[in-house]
């Protein structure tokens, strides 16, 4: 009796041990890591083709930007950006910037603190900073 008690208890064990390291969430073996890249890298292929930027404050005042020498060397600052692109970061409401790229009327891009693309990212304060100047029109700070 007493074997059978001990090959039972085994065989419990062998069952359920490896049911408990198995991941709870099949969604698990599929989620990408978070990923550290240049902004730069995101950008489409004709983002020199840019001629205006369009601005939206968490206040809800708009900005517009038309000055080609002005959106070229934005943009160049921002490229050099490295953000944590994160698509397992929580989602939140609202943001201090949005901003919209153009050409002439065709929407190409667009960036938040926490979003580039549509990827999210992990918050970038260098990005707000950025975003921040050229809302108060100081595009050649550093």
Excluded at 19 to 48: F, M, N, T, W
Excluded at 105 to 117: I, K, M, Q, S
Aim: hydrophobic share 40%; aromatic share 6%.
């Amino acid at each position: 009796m007493r074997v059978h008690f001990t090959v039972l208890l085994a065989l419990i064990l062998m069952a359920t041990v490896p049911a408990g390291c198995k991941s709870k969430d099949p969604a698990d073996a599929s989620r990408e890591a978070p990923r550290l890249v240049q902004v730069r890298s995101l950008y489409p292929e004709d983002i020199h083709l840019v001629n205006r930027i369009e601005m939206l404050r968490s206040d809800g005042e708009r900005r517009r930007i038309d000055d080609k020498a002005v959106i070229d060397r934005w943009l160049e600052r921002v490229g050099e950006v490295w953000v944590t692109i994160d698509p397992d970061r929580p989602d939140h409401s609202g943001s201090l910037f949005i901003v919209t790229l153009f050409e002439n009327d065709r929407e190409t891009f667009g960036l938040t603190p926490t979003a580039v693309d549509h990827q999210k990212i992990a918050t970038s304060h260098e990005l707000a900073d950025l975003m921040r100047q050229l809302w108060d029109g100081d595009t050649q700070s550093r």
